[in-house]
Nanobody
Framework: QVQLLESGGGSVQAGGSLRLSCVVS????????LHWFRRRSENEREGVAT???????TYADSVKGRFTISQDNADNTLTLQMNSLKPEDTAMYYC???????????????????????WGRGTQVTVSS
């Protein structure tokens, strides 16, 4: 099972930036899509960004142009650079792994589907107006 550990969350004012990191272990990068999700409601995690096994990235419409996902397979680190943060970006952010080769896209994942992914424990991002 893939293991993931997020870091980098914090509190910023609107318009500021944060960089989240996720150390990913016990996985083969060629077999997975990696995701950033955020939880803003009790029973749902919404997809923010994904990167697939060949580096193809996709983004939720709400963050396009502001967030950038990247990975460094040399040290197994997934990154989410968040710029121009808005109060509505406030959430617990999670990195996650999904065993799939090829195209993957952000999606809203209800609690019943959480088991389809391997998850980190989350890091809190708070954006103040």
């Amino acid at each position: 099972q893939v293991q993931l550990l997020e870091s980098g969350g914090g509190s910023v004012q609107a318009g500021g930036s944060l960089r989240l990191s996720c150390v990913v272990s016990r996985y083969n990068p060629s077999d997975y899509c990696l995701h950033w999700f955020r939880r803003r409601s009790e029973n749902e995690r919404e997809g923010v960004a994904t990167i697939n096994n060949v580096g193809r990235t996709t983004y939720a419409d709400s963050v396009k142009g502001r967030f950038t996902i990247s990975q460094d397979n040399a040290d197994n680190t997934l990154t989410l650079q968040m710029n121009s943060l808005k109060p509505e970006d406030t959430a617990m952010y999670y990195c996650a792994a999904y065993r799939r080769r090829g195209w993957c896209t952000p999606a809203r994942v209800p609690r019943r589907a959480y088991g389809d992914y391997d998850w980190g424990r989350g890091t809190q991002v708070t954006v103040s107006s």
